[in-house]
């Protein structure tokens, strides 16, 4: 009931995407956990561990990175509380692409909307994958309901988020992510939407991705 609650909201329906897009891309049975056993996934901006966590009880071995010390260390108590072992680092992406890390899958949660230059940000982390890895996205189209629903509806109207965590005119469209994900050498593999059912109180995907939508890009090896 706190101010997270969007977030965990989302929690279940961004999971089922990113399991799924993993156990397709790497012969796995996302019906059989743990499924994600020996996969090494580095999630960007991890925050508190929201999807960390989860994807470290399937089995895979998580990094978590956040410039923000209080966030990994809220991240470390609540890990450890639990009894997971996650890497977490207060760190940026570019500082692990200069060290040489590679990771089977890289995660970028919430993140391009908030970067300047999407294409070279990619471009700078794109190394981070390794060949035949993948990168899952999710982020928000720049559209005029965008940013009736992001904006006004879940920053003024709702509350969902504090006023001024989003600008709209950083919102990603599909084919601007495509292009950066291809110069950045990786190739756009998936898109899907993401939509909120306030009947049900729920979030679903969709192949409506006219305002948060995910994607799967590949890395040739």
Not at 40 to 48: E, N, R, W
Not at 54 to 62: D, S, T
Not at 171 to 182: I, N, Q, S, W, Y
């Amino acid at each position: 009931k706190g101010p997270f609650r969007p977030l965990l909201q989302i929690g279940p329906t961004r999971l089922t995407y990113i399991r799924d897009r993993l156990c397709a891309h790497f012969g796995r049975d996302p019906k059989a956990p743990p499924s994600l056993t020996g996969l090494s996934i580095l999630d960007i901006g991890c925050g508190g561990g929201l999807v960390a966590e989860p994807l470290a009880r399937l089995g895979a071995e998580v990094t978590g990175i956040d410039p923000a010390l209080e966030t990994i260390a809220a991240a470390k108590a609540h890990a450890k509380g639990g009894g997971l072992d996650i890497a977490y680092e207060a760190t940026t992406a570019e500082a692990l692409a200069d060290a040489g890390k590679t990771f089977d899958a890289v995660l970028l949660l919430e993140v391009v909307e908030h970067v300047p230059d999407v294409p070279a940000f990619l471009k700078r982390i794109a190394p981070l994958v390794r060949p035949g890895g993948l990168m899952i996205l999710s982020t928000l189209n720049r559209t005029l309901k965008a940013y009736a629903l992001a904006i006004v509806g879940a920053e003024f109207v709702l509350r969902w988020v504090p006023a001024g965590t989003h600008q709209w005119d950083r919102f990603v469209m599909p084919g601007e992510l495509k292009a950066a994900l291809t110069g950045a050498g990786l190739t756009l593999a998936d898109t899907t939407g993401m939509v909120y059912d306030p009947l049900a109180d729920q979030w679903r995907l969709s192949r409506d991705t006219d305002v948060n939508y995910f994607a799967t890009a590949t890395k040739a090896g």
